[in-house]
């Protein structure tokens, strides 16, 4: 049986990434990728050890933001956009991370899906 050579993986140098971020009550979690929307790396309060209502706290959304940042600073990755999803209690506590590691954020954007008219409400409750 002949050996298949394994090829050696290519590290990017990514100039500007986009962070996408959706933090839940439950959990925090952050998908950072390239302009084309390739995802380079991703994280989440869970993934770092936290369990419980702790994935859900502003204090683990900033430790998953340290520690991707931490990467994305060997990529090369100077400029972030991000795009925040959801209501949770780690939103800001990220962006704060990102920053004071030295990623510059340029653009803040909400992309929390809203509904318009939402679903039907349930009928009316007889007694």
């Known amino acids: 049986m002949a050996y ?13 990434a986009v962070a996408h971020i ?28 936290f369990k ?13 933001g340290n520690t991707l940042a931490k990467e994305m600073l060997n990529m090369g990755v100077r400029n972030l956009e991000v ?19 030295g990623i510059n954020v340029t653009l803040l954007r909400d992309v929390t899906p809203l509904p318009h008219n939402g679903c039907r409400a349930p009928k009316k409750r007889r007694v």
């Open 22 to 49: 959706k933090s839940t009550f439950n959990n925090t979690m952050v998908s950072i990728t390239d302009d084309k929307g390739d995802v380079l790396l991703q994280g989440s309060a869970g993934r770092l050890g």
């Open 83 to 101: 795009n925040l999803q959801g209501p949770g209690s780690g939103r800001e506590s990220i962006v704060r991370a990102f920053q004071g590691s």
């Open 52 to 64: 419980g209502t702790r994935k859900g706290t502003p204090f683990a959304a900033s430790q998953v």
């Open 4 to 16: 298949k050579k394994k090829t050696k993986k290519v590290k990017r140098q990514v100039e500007t």
